[in-house]
């Protein structure tokens, strides 16, 4: 992983580091959306932008269930982005080379990726939401990994609901709800009941739900 996940890996063999992220890209179709990405991208179209869905996997599956504003803070398999300018960050299919240049302003190009040893994206963002949100779920993820394993700390601390949603691991002690199951069976109940509820209502408190899904995926960060 060491070689294909790190900025050092990357100056040493830049070549190699392409080729494994083209070879994941290229993969992305052989994935499907579950009932849970599919049940998160319903909620949305309830709760519009009082949701926050984000998600430490750098694959499409939230987007092929339909979802349009998921924060991946572990970056996109499906985006490239310069090497210059980091706020240069464009859509890309198919096979990167090393003379692939940036569209607006022809510097190489790197996959938009986070290696090891770098800031996850989106922080700013992540960190309001977190201080605003009325509800935070979540869901799948092991939360070993720091910064996201604090996410429900933070949120805790500033008088959100924590929800849990989980196979193996126990929740946390001040967890307010945890549905022990697989995510591919309990979101989409949760999320049916939860739509029906006066929490998804416009209000003087503005509702943000944070939710935050499994580790994992394309690129297995643990
Ligand atoms: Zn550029």
């Given at each position: 992983?060491?070689?294909?996940?790190?900025p050092?890996?990357?100056?040493?063999?830049p070549?190699?580091?392409?080729?494994?992220?083209n070879?994941?890209?290229?993969?992305?179709p052989?994935?499907?959306?579950?009932?849970?990405?599919r049940?998160?991208a319903?909620?949305?179209?309830?709760l519009?932008?009082?949701?926050c869905?984000?998600?430490?996997?750098?694959?499409?599956?939230?987007?092929?269930?339909g979802?349009?504003?998921?924060?991946?803070?572990?970056?996109?398999?499906?985006?490239?982005?310069?090497?210059?300018?980091?706020?240069?960050?464009?859509?890309?299919?198919?096979d990167?080379?090393?003379?692939?240049?940036?569209?607006?302003?022809?510097?190489?190009?790197?996959?938009?990726?986070?290696?090891?040893?770098?800031?996850?994206?989106?922080?700013?963002?992540?960190?309001?939401?977190?201080s605003d949100?009325?509800?935070?779920?979540?869901?799948?993820?092991?939360?070993?990994?720091?910064?996201?394993?604090?996410f429900?700390?933070?949120?805790?601390a500033?008088?959100?609901?924590?929800?849990?949603?989980?196979?193996?691991?126990?929740?946390?002690?001040?967890?307010?709800?945890?549905?022990?199951?697989?995510?591919?069976?309990?979101?989409p109940?949760?999320?049916?009941?939860?739509?029906?509820?006066?929490?998804?209502?416009?209000?003087?408190?503005?509702?943000?739900?944070?939710?935050l899904?499994?580790d994992?995926?394309?690129?297995?960060?643990?």
């Amino acid at each position: 992983m060491e070689d294909v996940a790190t900025p050092e890996g990357f100056r040493r063999d830049p070549e190699l580091v392409i080729s494994f992220y083209n070879k994941l890209r290229r993969n992305l179709p052989n994935a499907q959306p579950n009932p849970a990405h599919r049940a998160l991208a319903r909620l949305e179209t309830v709760l519009g932008n009082r949701l926050c869905l984000v998600t430490q996997n750098v694959d499409d599956l939230h987007e092929r269930a339909g979802s349009t504003r998921v924060v991946h803070m572990h970056g996109e398999l499906r985006k490239l982005r310069c090497r210059r300018d980091p706020a240069h960050v464009v859509p890309f299919d198919g096979d990167q080379t090393e003379d692939t240049s940036c569209p607006l302003c022809g510097a190489p190009m790197r996959p938009h990726i986070v290696w090891f040893g770098e800031m996850p994206l989106r922080m700013d963002e992540i960190e309001a939401a977190l201080s605003d949100c009325t509800h935070f779920a979540y869901i799948g993820t092991s939360s070993q990994v720091y910064p996201a394993a604090g996410f429900r700390h933070t949120a805790k601390a500033r008088g959100a609901k924590v929800l849990c949603i989980n196979l193996e691991v126990e929740p946390d002690p001040g967890t307010d709800l945890f549905l022990r199951g697989a995510a591919g069976t309990e979101v989409p109940l949760w999320v049916e009941g939860f739509s029906r509820t006066d929490a998804t209502r416009e209000g003087p408190r503005s509702v943000r739900l944070w939710l935050l899904e499994p580790d994992g995926g394309p690129v297995d960060r643990n």
